[in-house]
T-cell receptor, first 113, second 115 residues
Framework: KAGVTQTPRYLIKTRGQQVTLSCSPI?????VSWYQQTPGQGLQFLFE???????NKGNFPGRFSGRQFSNSRSEMNVSTLELGDSALYLCASSLTDSGNTIYFGEGSWLTVV | GNSVTQMEGPVTLSEEAFLTINCTYT??????LFWYVQYPGEGLQLLLKATKADDKGSNKGFEATYRKETTSFHLEKGSVQVSDSAVYFCALSGRSGGGADGLTFGKGTHLIIQP
């Protein structure tokens, strides 16, 4: 079956703009989480959604937000982009919000100029 | 809070050499432990996992044993191949059994295998 799908794969934005990234989880998976990967900070947890509710949030400013739809698809949004937001954003899904393995997508590469 | 420490490398080995990548963790309770692998330009792939003390996870010739007494989850492979060149991440999940509750990752170990 299809894996976790993220769109777009690559994008370039200007400082101050906003961006929306999309994630389609594996069919049947209801939990979606997002991670930011940078060379300096490594992989950091952003937030987790289950059944359209945010269950957990990492230590990121309010410019980072997300949501999950009734079909489990998720979007994350970053407003007022800063140069430091340039990163690989990874989406992951699992069957439920506990006791299941997490599967990652290939990520969305965001460059802020 | 939870934390994971692993050697960052790069670790350079010759083909068919024995591989060990050390991973130690700090966590409350009984975390689940994972190794993920990332090939160039790709996302993370689950390599193996262990959900309780003394469990051994294994996959594709790699294995790791959950050692609660030493809070470690070292990754080993008896004979590496050039195709094993990648970045390897050790991670833990604070929720018993794993799940999307926010994995805590190590910094990653860049492994280079030379023919």
């Amino acid at each position: 079956k299809a894996g976790v799908t993220q769109t777009p794969r690559y994008l370039i934005k200007t400082r101050g703009q906003q961006v929306t990234l999309s994630c389609s989880p594996i069919s049947g998976h209801r939990s979606v989480s997002w991670y930011q990967q940078t060379p300096g900070q490594g992989l950091q947890f952003l937030f987790e959604y289950f059944s359209e509710t945010q269950r957990n949030k990492g230590n990121f400013p309010g410019r980072f937000s997300g949501r999950q739809f009734s079909n489990s698809r998720s979007e994350m949004n970053v407003s007022t982009l800063e140069l430091g937001d340039s990163a690989l954003y990874l989406c992951a899904s699992s069957l439920t919000d506990s006791g299941n393995t997490i599967y990652f997508g290939e990520g969305s590469w965001l460059t802020v100029v | 809070g939870n934390s994971v420490t692993q050697m960052e490398g790069p670790v350079t080995l010759s083909e068919e050499a024995f591989l060990t990548i050390n991973c130690t963790y700090t966590a409350t309770g009984y975390p689940s432990l994972f190794w993920y692998v990332q090939y160039p330009g790709e996302g993370l792939q689950l390599l193996l996992k262990a959900t309780k003390a003394d469990d051994k996870g294994s996959n594709k010739g790699f294995e790791a044993t959950y050692r609660k007494e030493t809070t470690s989850f070292h990754l080993e492979k008896g004979s590496v191949q050039v195709s094993d060149s990648a970045v390897y991440f050790c991670a833990l999940s604070g929720r018993s059994g794993g799940g999307a509750d926010g994995l805590t990752f190590g910094k990653g170990t860049h492994l280079i295998i030379q023919p």
